[in-house]
């Protein structure tokens, strides 16, 4: 899925895989409110995981800055955000860590029982025992869970994809909801071998099956287009749909529209910059469309 020439984003210099880290770390994971209230986990460590895929060594670099995050937010008993445990446990799998990979992906199911049918399965083809999924899991669910479809990309601006793909999960978890972790999703999908790892052409019954998924999110990117005028514009549209995994009905739909400028501000005025980061405006389109005062969606247990 993460693939090198996917990439949005110049891939820094080997020399400068340390300080990134530790650049990311800076804001991570522990804003303590005021006195008293409990810490919470900073998600930008969650996606910045996901775009360090697409760098050299990128699934040490993603193992890195989650394996981090994740002790750091322990000390402080902050809770760990949905997906982050089960991505952090692939990675380590894919370094042939298989028992602490286990152990990581298990704390997953353990913090978020809605997941518990997924983990199961991720478990039987991480430990080669032969998958069995359920057909009905209606006794697992005790909170809304929501699969994340690849983005479909209608725009003119082919990276589009990816830019809303790594930021889609981060922005319905923020707003309470559990979404099915990006990388874990694709391991499981990839190790059971009869489903395409390609989410969008799989069938609604076998992901059901697979994952226990209560609804799945779809995105579609109609517009991103630049205007050159007084000052630079870029247009992003998009539209959303949430679809109850087992009846095929609609539960939420929405459509945004929004303009960003790419422009610094300099010592001498506005600076026209390379929009590199593709991530600030897919972000805050999904932001607008999830909490439109006309049809925003409700949130989550988890908010």
């Not at 394996?67 to 809770?79: H, K, L, N, T």
Request: proline residues 7%; aromatic residues 6%; hydrophobic residues 40%.
């Amino acid at each position: 899925m993460f693939r090198k020439s996917d990439r949005f984003i110049a891939n820094p210099p080997r020399a400068c895989v340390i300080p990134l880290i530790y650049k990311a770390l800076s804001s991570l994971v522990l804003v303590l409110q005021l006195a008293g209230c409990k810490a919470t986990y900073d998600l930008g460590v969650y996606e910045q995981s996901l775009l360090a895929l697409g760098g050299p060594d990128g699934a040490n670099q993603s193992a890195a800055l989650l394996d981090q995050s994740i002790v750091s937010a322990e000390m402080v008993s902050a809770r760990i955000p949905p997906g982050v445990y089960a991505d952090h446990g692939i990675l380590l799998h894919m370094a042939r860590n298989k028992a602490e990979a286990i152990k990581q992906i298990s704390k997953e199911s353990a913090l978020y029982p809605e997941s518990k049918q997924f983990i199961d399965n991720l478990l039987r083809v991480i430990r080669n025992t032969g998958l069995q999924p359920s057909g009905d899991s209606s006794s697992l669910h005790r909170r809304p869970s929501i699969l994340v479809l690849p983005p479909i990309n209608k725009s003119g601006k082919p990276e589009a994809g990816l830019a809303f793909e790594m930021t889609l999960n981060r922005q319905f978890i923020e707003h309470g909801y559990y979404v099915f972790p990006t990388i874990a999703t694709q391991a499981l999908l990839s190790g059971v071998g009869a489903i395409p790892a390609d989410m969008s052409v799989a069938g609604p019954s076998s992901l059901h099956k697979l994952t226990g998924a209560d609804a799945i999110l779809s995105v579609t990117i109609t517009e991103w287009e630049p205007t050159w005028m007084i000052i630079p514009l870029i247009h992003v549209a998009a539209e959303y749909k949430l679809v109850d995994i087992a009846t095929g009905q609609d539960i939420w739909k929405n459509s945004a529209r929004d303009e960003f400028d790419p422009t610094v501000t300099g010592g001498g005025g506005p600076v026209v910059v390379m929009d590199r980061d593709l991530r600030v405006p897919a972000r805050k389109l999904t932001a607008k469309a999830l909490k439109s005062s006309e049809n925003g969606l409700p949130y989550g247990p988890y908010h």
